[in-house]
């Protein structure tokens, strides 16, 4: 938003929103960059196309750890190549540098964005007071007058041999008039009792750091730490009827059943066959559909 006295062309002024003030990037700073810590810098842009192909593009010369957020994307991504996008400083929209190293084994990388929504859950929760739970493989949803609504989301990308790329985007204080899609949610619309983004991000990252820090020292095993008892505790997938839009244009409708130790759903179909998933969309269906 531009202040209305502001010159055509003019950049928003950080202040041109009283109700969404820019993050304290010093207070963030001191907190979270401590000895010890997992996160080893952390840097915050006025706006960007994407915080995930930024320090992608950055990858070979940062240590793990290194954390970029952004007030604004102006294209973000999700899943699918599909667009991510929302007003200036109404979300948390931030990525991290992961190298999980020698002693997780490559094939298991891929509970990386399930163990992120494990913790951007758990966290946004204790922060903002809001019940969150985990759409398979990577939403984040809220309620908003009785129904589910996907508030945020994880993308996971490898950055060389031996990194990821973490994504995260949670929407905080969109407005239902500032909605992409009507089916989209947000922290404030779901009653959350904090909207401000300084402890709500804290929550998200010190929240990732202990995950993480458990699922490496188990070796990447989703079991062993925990990870996998924790995202099936927090699906809201599991126990319905759902329908998985698979690659090529294939779906399959079933109960979902359990969260495999390769990170896929797997369902009961309705002729009994058991299907695990491993990519593509899964649909909460309602007992009409």
Known sequence: MTPDNAPDGAPASPWSD??????????LRRALLVPGSLWTSLDVVAATGSTNSDLAGRAASLPEGAVLVAEEQTAGRGRLDRSWIAPPRSGLFFSVLLRPGDEVPVERWGWLPLLAGVAAATGLARAAGTDMSLKW???????????ERKAGGILAERAGDDAVVLGIGVNVSLRADELPVPTAGSLALANAVSTDRDPLLRAVLRSLEQWYDRWRAAGGDPGA?????????GSA???????????GGRSVRGEAVAVDGDGRVVLV?????????SAGDIVHLRAAD
């Open 237 to 247: 997938t599991l126990g319905r009827t759902v329908r998985a839009e698979l690659p």
């Open 137 to 147: 493989p990577n939403d984040l949803l809220v309620t908003v007058g009785g129904e």
């Open 225 to 233: 730490s925990g990870v996998q008892e924790a995202y099936a505790a």
């Open 269 to 277: 179909a309705e002729d009994g066959e058991r299907v695990a998933v």
């Open 18 to 27: 009283l109700g969404r003030p820019p993050l304290n990037v010093p207070a």
